[in-house]
């Protein structure tokens, strides 16, 4: 297996050419690894993803998910890749931290046609964060800075206990520019919402991330994705990458100023 690491703080993902086998279940995942860190100090949950507050994080666009484009970083896939134009179209970088109180979520997104106009969050611009704790149920969170009524809230299903709603919800703070959005949630770790993932050190759970893309209007969609299988678009688990809850905590700049670890070329920001 050839392997090239980048230390995120808030992620590390480790690239294979091959697919691994989880440590923790049964199954074969894509071969893409994330790492989520502890989250002490805890960000502040204002809607702005301020620099080194969350480390780094997955960075999606079309360059580096889709086969075939110069970035590609071995490990995505792009649904509908032909409406994307470029990273001012849509990219975007999604975040992940937890601790003994909170699962810490944020994205920070870049989109030149914004759209808001729908009721539920997955038909709306978005971010979609995808666990699985058991290799069968998935936890799915599709989070959008501003529903129909014009708060932010979520689409979330949870196939462990079955809770499935539409909401506006104060655990998401937003704000919204004239060319993208971010967003920051921290969600108690007994929120039904992700009921069964919960956090502990060494724990591993299938995971990925998508940007949910809506242009011209909402008849436009597509959706630049990590960790899933580059030749067929599924969510099957089988695709995934899978996450890792460390104990090792944020640590975002060095005393020089730089990461305090770095390994491989995979683009970030």
Not at 121 to 135: T, V
Not at 155 to 168: D, L, Q
Request: glycine share 12%.
């Amino acid at each position: 297996m050839i392997k090239e690491r980048f230390s995120m703080v808030a992620y590390l993902l480790t690239v294979g050419l091959c697919a691994i086998f989880s440590a923790s279940s049964a199954y074969s995942y894509s071969g893409a690894q994330a790492i989520c860190l502890r989250a002490e100090p805890a960000p502040n949950i204002n809607g702005i993803v301020s620099p080194g507050e969350w480390g780094e994080g997955i960075y999606l666009d079309k360059s580096v998910t889709l086969p075939g484009e110069p970035n590609y970083n071995g490990f995505g896939n792009c649904y509908s890749p032909d409406i994307l134009g470029d990273a001012n179209d849509c990219s975007g970088t999604i975040y992940c931290l937890w601790d003994d109180q909170n699962l810490y979520l944020a994205a920070k997104v870049t989109d030149d046609d914004l759209f808001f106009e729908k009721g539920s969050g997955w038909d709306n611009d978005c971010a979609e964060i995808r666990f699985s704790p058991d290799a069968a149920a998935i936890v799915g969170l599709w989070i959008t800075p501003s529903l129909a009524s014009g708060g932010p809230g979520w689409y979330r299903n949870n196939g462990v206990n079955g809770a499935t709603t539409t909401e506006e919800t104060s655990l998401i703070v937003a704000t919204i520019g004239a060319t993208g959005y971010e967003w920051e949630a921290a969600i108690p770790l007994n929120h039904e919402a992700i009921a069964g993932v919960d956090p502990v050190v060494g724990k591993v759970v299938g995971y990925t991330v998508s940007i949910g893309e809506n242009d011209a209007g909402g008849e436009e969609y597509s959706m630049p994705c990590w960790s899933l299988n580059p030749n067929t678009w599924s969510w099957d688990i089988a695709f995934w990458g899978e996450l890792t809850f460390s104990g090792d905590v944020v640590t975002a700049v060095s005393s020089q100023g730089k990461l305090a670890s770095s390994w491989g070329d995979i683009k970030t920001r």
